[in-house]
């Protein structure tokens, strides 16, 4: 096993490989007005792109765990990242939307290793309070990509919309240099599992019929897709209800990134310092003044881009503030399959994502308000599902 690097070095790289989801689904959000029209296709088409995306990506993470058990940590990555650079080219070159469909659903099998692997491997690493502000860190260093990729599609979109998807090959190329170069095999060859359907629907069995897991990870899910429904939303929220241009997508992304650190700063600062239950509870009273502020904001005031994406961005600090506590906590409920729990908390974040993008999100952005009271539904979901968990009490 190769010497480790620093806490901080294997962050950074855990984190660019968690990362290379957010990258996929956001970098290209500003070019969708071009592809519409170079594709020949529509708003509702170039949606759904999001949408072949996500479930590949969903399904696709229910096994990424399991093969990471099986063939180890860094053989997964290198398959999962390889295929997903071809992927990218494909889309690239895509002279319409069916193919472009075709190409984001082979990016979305291939871009879940990553993100997969890098939970994994957090807490094959680390142990208890040091896993936790690993942990946050790498959210934190995550958390900074949906506000980056819309910048970064908007500037590339000024060379050409093709300049997007193959900055995301060059990332993935990138991204696996580093993780080869940097990460250590956490799976050795006696630890792993053999590969089997049989096997692996055993394992998800027991992970699912886990309550205890199923409460914390839809509890998870449901705080993330708060949130994400306003990322799903960005090409009609920002620019048919906010007024702002392809060009300044930053508006949202970089005040509700900060959110995310910020929070995922304080989960830092508070783990080993305070009782877990404290810290959740904290977190869902900022979530629920942030929604209620929301609601409040889009029902009274007139629509305005800084009124209407400000409470956004103050509803992420608690989202980020649990995430790490719920994560830990889901992977730690099974450890000697921990790949498998990894896969399935990635499955249930991503379903409620591709719920969201596929029919959750046309039906509430047709106005602010219908974006504001989704985050509340998702909120209340969530709420519903962690004053039920065990982590909740003393």
């Given at each position: 096993m190769k010497h480790h690097p620093s806490p901080l070095v294997l962050s950074v790289v855990l984190a660019s490989l968690a990362a290379l989801a957010p990258f996929a689904i956001d970098t290209y959000l500003p070019a969708f007005p071009v592809l519409e029209s170079n594709l020949g296709?529509?708003?509702?088409?170039?949606?759904?792109?999001?949408?072949?995306?996500?479930?590949?990506?969903?399904l696709m993470t229910l096994w990424h765990g399991a093969i990471s058990d099986s063939i180890g940590r860094i053989?997964?990555?290198?398959?999962?990242?390889?295929?997903?650079?071809?992927?990218?080219?494909?889309?690239?070159?895509?002279?319409?939307?069916?193919?472009?469909?075709?190409?984001?659903?082979?990016?979305?099998?291939?871009?879940?290793?990553?993100?997969?692997?890098?939970?994994?491997?957090?807490?094959?690493?680390f142990e208890g309070?040091?896993?936790?502000?690993?942990?946050?860190?790498?959210?934190?260093?995550?958390?900074?990509?949906?506000?980056?990729?819309?910048i970064i599609g908007g500037l590339l979109l000024g060379i050409h919309w093709q300049a997007i998807f193959i900055f995301l090959a060059l990332y993935a190329g990138v991204s696996l240099w580093a993780a080869v170069r940097y990460l250590p095999e956490t799976m050795p060859k006696a630890k792993r599992l053999p590969l089997s359907a049989k096997q692996v629907i055993k394992d998800y069995r027991i992970i699912f019929g886990d309550k205890e897991f199923n409460y914390v990870v839809f509890a998870l899910g449901a705080n993330f897709a708060g949130f994400?429904?306003?990322?799903?939303?960005s090409p009609v929220f920002l620019v048919k209800h906010?007024?702002?241009?392809?060009h300044q997508f930053g508006w949202m992304f970089i005040p509700t990134v900060f959110g995310m650190v910020l929070g995922s700063y304080l989960a830092k600062r508070a783990a080993g310092q305070y009782p877990q239950h404290k810290v959740i509870k904290v977190a869902y009273l900022w979530m629920a003044a942030m929604v209620a502020l929301n609601l409040v904001v889009c029902f009274v005031l007139p629509t305005n881009a800084i009124y209407n994406i400000v409470p956004v961005?103050?509803?992420n600090i608690g989202m980020a503030l649990a995430m790490p506590i719920l994560s830990l906590a889901a992977l730690d409920r099974h450890p000697k399959i921990r790949g498998t729990a990894a896969s399935g908390q990635a499955f249930i974040q991503m379903l409620l994502s591709t719920v969201s993008a596929g029919l959750i999100v046309p039906l509430v952005w047709y106005a602010p308000s219908g974006l504001a009271l989704a985050m509340a539904g998702y909120l209340i979901f969530g709420w519903t599902m962690i004053r039920q968990a065990r982590l909740l009490k003393p």
């Open positions: 296709g529509t708003s509702l088409e170039l949606q759904q792109s999001l949408t072949f995306y996500l479930l590949p990506y969903a053989t997964t990555i290198k398959w999962g990242l390889g295929v997903f650079v071809l992927a990218s080219i494909g889309c690239a070159f895509a002279p319409n939307v069916e193919t472009l469909w075709f190409f984001r659903a082979l990016q979305g099998l291939s871009g879940g290793a990553g993100n997969v692997v890098a939970r994994a491997m957090v807490r094959d690493l309070p040091q896993a936790q502000r690993v942990m946050a860190t790498v959210q934190m260093l995550f958390g900074i990509a949906p506000a980056v990729a819309p994400f429904i306003y990322v799903l939303a906010l007024g702002l241009t392809e961005a103050l509803f």
